[in-house]
């Protein structure tokens, strides 16, 4: 079975960085479109990062560039979130997904979802 395990998150000050993993397993993993989500109280998930591999490309919302780097490390299948000068308005609870189309911020065409991991800033 295909799995995601999203990990990392906590409470950071305004200003401060974290680092959330998606550790993939039951999947080849090069190949896919593994992105990462948020959903915030009352809002909608919404697409934050994407990675597809094996070519690395790399695709940011706008509210996060010049801010968060995704990056994998494919013999761990591992990819990860840095998350740098955050926001209070970047709290949320943040997924990991993957899918074996291109690259993509359309929820409906991911498969697999982890189980999320939750993300607050404080002002």
């Known amino acids: 079975d295909v799995q995601l395990q999203a990990s990392g998150g906590g409470l950071v000050q305004s200003g401060g960085s974290l680092r959330l993993s998606c550790a993939a397993s039951?999947?080849?993993?090069?190949?896919?479109?593994i992105g990462w989500f948020r959903q915030a109280p009352g809002k909608e998930r919404e697409g934050v990062s994407i990675i597809s591999l094996p070519d690395t490309n790399t695709y940011y919302a706008d509210s996060v560039k010049g801010r968060f780097t995704i990056f994998t490390d494919v013999a761990k299948k591992t990819v990860y979130l840095q998350m740098n000068s955050l926001k209070p308005e970047d709290t949320a609870v943040y997924f990991c997904?993957?899918?074996?189309?291109?690259?993509?911020?359309?929820?409906?065409?991911?498969?697999?979802w982890g189980q999320g991991t939750q993300v607050t800033v404080s002002s």
């Open positions: 997904a993957c899918t074996l189309g291109g690259p993509s911020f359309r929820l409906e065409l991911y498969d697999y």
């Open positions: 039951g999947l080849a993993f090069v190949g896919y479109t």
